[in-house]
């Protein structure tokens, strides 16, 4: 099983980014995703989900307007777009698996891609 994120690297204030989670070793059709970060000195906090049933998601309320989530099962990806970025989301970004619903326990986690907000 592996989730793998893409390279994050250096965005300038006000820029986006567009993250990709590819994954392998389980059928992603039946596996909610999640994002996930953490900044330095700060705890982990989740960012945002996608189930993969009705496909619904969730937003941390800080930043809501501002990400999107999106999947292809057929590409075995799912996707995080943030825009506006600020130096308050420089952090490690993650992905996760779980089964089904995004309320569910994460079962597989993937390692992190440093995102650094600078200009």
């Known amino acids: 099983v592996q989730l793998q994120a893409s390279r994050g690297g250096l965005v300038q204030p006000g820029g986006s980014l567009r993250l990709s989670c590819a994954t392998s070793g389980f059928s992603l059709e039946y596996y909610a995703i999640g994002w996930f970060r953490q900044a330095p000195g700060k705890e982990r906090e989740a960012v945002s989900c996608i189930s993969s049933r009705d496909g619904s998601t969730t937003s941390l309320d800080s930043m809501k307007g501002r990400v999107a989530i999106s999947r292809d099962n057929a590409k075995n990806t799912v996707y995080l777009q943030v825009t506006s970025l600020e130096p308050e989301d420089t952090a490690v970004y993650s992905c996760?698996?779980?089964?089904?619903?995004?309320?569910?326990?994460?079962?597989?986690w993937g390692q992190g891609t440093l995102v650094t907000v600078s200009s």
């Open positions: 996760a698996a779980a089964r089904f619903w995004c309320g569910s326990g994460f079962d597989y």
